[in-house]
Each structure stands twice: as C-alpha cells, then as structure tokens.
C-alpha cells in the first residue's frame, strides 16, 4: 500500500489535509504573472514588473527549500529567504541554459512555459514530503512572531532616540531607492533609434542567396524592414538591376543600363517588422547585382539620379550574382553511353554504333544540327569535305534544346573496305551553313566538331579498347 496516499486520504476523511496557504500563494502569484505577461495593456504597465519579479527571483527558489526542507527544524526563516532568493538566481539562468540548446531557444513562451513546470512540479514535490512530516515539524511560515518582531523593531522601544532616526532615516532612504528603480524601469530612456533592412535567402534565412542565375528563371527572395524608430513610420523601397560595367562600389540607380525592377511602399509601427517575398528575374547575362534602396518617410523625385539617390536612401543594400557564360557540351559517347569502350578497332560489314551527346547551357532555347561524316584517314585530319571523294555523309540530325537539357543521338554506321576511318561529328547553332560551303571552311562554320579515330579490319576476335579521343 502507497503510504502517502493512504496518509492524504486519512487527512482528506478527517478534513485535515488542505494545501498549505504559502503553495497557495506561490500558484496564486504564478497565474497572476501569466496573466498579466500576456494580457493586452497590463503587460505594459507596471503591475507586470510587480509580478514578474518575484516569479523569477524568489518563487523558484521557495518552492525548492519547500521541497528539500519540508522541516521547520531544518533551517529558519530567514535562511529559507537568503536560500530561496540565491537559488532563484542560480535555477532561472539554468533553464534557460537548457532552452538554449533546444529547438525552441531562449524566447519569451518556453521560458515561461518551462518556469511554470518547474514550479509546479515542486509544489507537488513540497506538498509530497511535508505530508510525510509530522504535523506538529511541518514548516509553516511564523507569522505572529514575524508580525511581533516587526513591531518591536518598527517602534524601537528598547532603543534610544538616536537609534529611532537612524532606522527611520534607514527606511526613507531604501524607500526612495526602490521608488528611484521603479521609475527607471516604468519610464525607460529610449533606446537608439534605428531600422533594420535586410536581405533573405529562398528558405527565408541568411543563406541560400541565388549567387548563379539564368535569365528569365525566377529565384524566390525576400526584403525585410524592421522599425525600431519608436513611432511610426513610412516605408518605401526601390529595387533595381546593376550591369556589370557599373563600378562595384558605385550603385547608379536611374542611368540608362541600370533597370528598375521593383517598388515596394509599406507602414510599419514600433518594433514591428515586415518581409516582403520579391523574385529575382534577370532579363539576360548583361546583369550581375541587384541594389536595394531603403527610405524612410517621403522617396526623393526622380530627378535625383546616380550616387545622389544613393546618398538619399535612409539604407541601402546589395548582393551580387554571377550569369555564367553561355556554351553548349558536344561529346562522344561509346555504346554504353559512358566516355569509353570506343570503337578503336572493328570488323567490316558489321553494324556498329556510338552516341553523341549535345548539353545545352546556352541560357535559352537552341536549335542544332549535327552532321556526321566517314572519313578516309588519306584525308587531311580537319579538312572534311563532303563533295570531295571518299567522304561519306552518314547522317544529318536536327534537335531542339531547352537550356539544361541533354540528348543523346545514337550514330549506327558500319565500313565496307579494311582501313583507317576517321568519323567527323560537326554541330551548328541556329543556322545550318549551305552545302557550298566545304573543306575547312565547313569546319570552321561548325559551332563545335569531334573526330574518333578507328581501324577496320576484316579478320575476327578484335577488341574494343577504352581510351578517350
């Protein structure tokens, strides 16, 4: 059987067992200091400061002797004060501690969430063991003789007149100090004045900034403003795309290659803060900073162009990015689709084949063509001439590309005569070069070109070898 419920339940049937008047207290002031934390106009007023501080500073602490001294012979009165204020110091930066490394940090609601825990759970705590103490040793707080000792030492009758103006004296000056301290805390100096203006990432944090972009593709931003002016106050802010040739130093807002993207207005009260989501479009690769300009109040006309409109700005930011050069990859492919096992050395009249891949990273959609060619190795390396004899055209392909996509053309060819063959890979961009145009010329003309080297031979058990051309 459970002693401490059987000794509630015997206090309980004989209307002994009540929580004592000072647990009462302590839950009581808890509630209070919640409300008044949370409560529109009271947690502006004084009344918050009355209830918070004890909350912080003594109650934590209480309850803890509460619990490991629930004998009144254990320590007196005042030690029970001395200990419950330094332990109250010591427990609430300890939870604190603990919030810190936890996924809720250090804010307002866990801290007075995990206070109200702790306190709680102690008062349980307290209430468990005073009941396991003798009603006659359960510590209870003395009044009458806190009431009298007050009193005697309030009236001084045992002390001289001097000593009466000394304690008096005494009295008016720790009174004037508290009322000195609560008027520094209610009528706070205020503090500098200043606005935040910052930048944020995709995931809404200080990272993940797009520092490479392609043109006309969207990278999600977000501007933020936080006003700590103490009133409030008019926002507007001016977002603009920098060309490279602008000095990095410089921002030039307003001249002819710099382009104006964005204008944002918004009214924010004190401490209030607002981020505004904001998409950064470059238009082509002739970008690579966007300058953010911040004012307060009233925008200046737009005759105020250049480093004066800067100047103007009440905050001004910038980030800058980079539009990588635009190319196309052209490369061979052996039969498996990887960079080996190349046809290096192959039967006649048996079918054979190898992949050409085209990547476009050109930043926009590109039309190719790719001619392919069977060259006699009498020919001069790089001097394709589709009318000169002993050239053979294999195949012309046409493929449409987004930016960033791939494809991969599968070439079959197979050679007739024993030999050393050359296959020539020419690619154009747009516009496919007339048949007129032969020789190097043609070579030339081509966007990008490829050869892969191989032998022909008519006898069997040849071996494909892996180096790369």
Not at 110 to 115: C, G, N
Not at 123 to 143: D, F, G, H, N
Not at 348 to 356: A, D, E, F, L
Not at 397 to 408: D, F, G, K, P, V
């Amino acid at each position: 059987m459970n002693p401490l419920k059987t000794e509630l339940e015997k206090d309980a049937r004989h209307g002994k067992y009540e929580l004592p008047w000072d647990m009462k207290i302590v839950l009581l002031w808890t509630a209070l200091c919640i409300v008044s934390i949370y409560t529109p106009v009271i947690n502006q007023s004084f009344l918050r400061l009355i209830l918070a501080i004890p909350f912080i500073l003594f109650i934590p602490g209480y309850v803890l002797m509460a619990a490991l001294f629930p004998d009144s012979a254990d320590i007196d009165t005042i030690e029970r004060i001395v200990f419950s204020i330094g332990t109250s110091i010591v427990l609430t930066p300890l939870i604190g501690l603990c919030l810190n490394f936890t996924s809720w940090g250090i804010r307002l609601d866990p801290l007075i969430i995990s206070l109200t825990a702790v306190i709680v759970v102690l008062v349980v705590i307290a209430e468990i063991r005073r009941t396991r103490t003798s009603p006659e040793s359960r510590y209870t707080i003395p009044l009458p003789e806190i009431r009298q000792t007050v009193q005697n030492e309030w009236a001084l009758r045992n002390g001289s007149k001097r000593e009466r103006i000394l304690f008096y004296a005494s009295i008016f000056a720790i009174g004037l100090v508290v009322l000195s301290a609560a008027l520094v805390i209610t009528l706070p100096k205020p503090g500098e004045k200043f606005t935040e203006f910052f930048i944020l990432g995709e995931n809404r944090t200080a990272d993940s900034y797009p520092r490479v972009i392609i043109p006309d593709i969207s990278y999600p931003m977000y501007v933020g403003i936080g006003n700590h002016e103490f009133r409030t106050v008019n926002y507007s802010v001016e977002i603009y795309l920098v060309p490279k040739q602008v000095n990095e130093t410089t921002i030039a807002p307003l001249q002819p290659a710099t382009l104006l993207v964005k204008t944002y207005s918004v009214t924010l009260s004190h401490n209030e803060t607002s981020v505004i989501p904001f998409d950064l479009i470059a238009p082509d690769n002739n970008y690579n900073r966007v300058d953010f300009l911040l004012f307060d109040e009233t925008a200046p006309s737009q005759n105020i162009k250049g480093s004066n409109r800067v100047n103007a700005s009440y905050r001004n930011l910038h980030l800058g990015f980079n539009i990588p050069s635009p190319f196309t990859e052209f490369f061979i492919l052996g039969e498996n689709q990887t960079a080996n096992a190349y046809p290096r050395a192959i039967n006649t009249k048996i079918p054979h084949s190898v992949n050409i891949s085209v990547r476009n990273h050109e930043l926009r959609t590109v039309n190719y063509t790719v001619e392919t060619y069977l060259v006699p190795k009498l020919v001069n390396a790089w001097h394709v001439s589709p009318s000169q004899s002993g050239i053979l055209p294999l195949k012309t392909y046409t493929i449409i590309l987004n930016n960033n996509e791939t494809s991969i053309i599968p070439v079959d060819f197979s050679v007739l005569n024993d030999g050393n063959y050359r296959m020539d890979f020419l690619l154009f961009k747009e516009t496919k070069v007339g048949q007129d145009i032969t020789g190097s010329n043609r070579v030339n003309a081509s966007y990008r070109n490829l050869h892969l080297d191989f032998n022909v031979t008519s006898q069997l058990a040849l071996k494909n070898t892996t180096a790369i051309w």
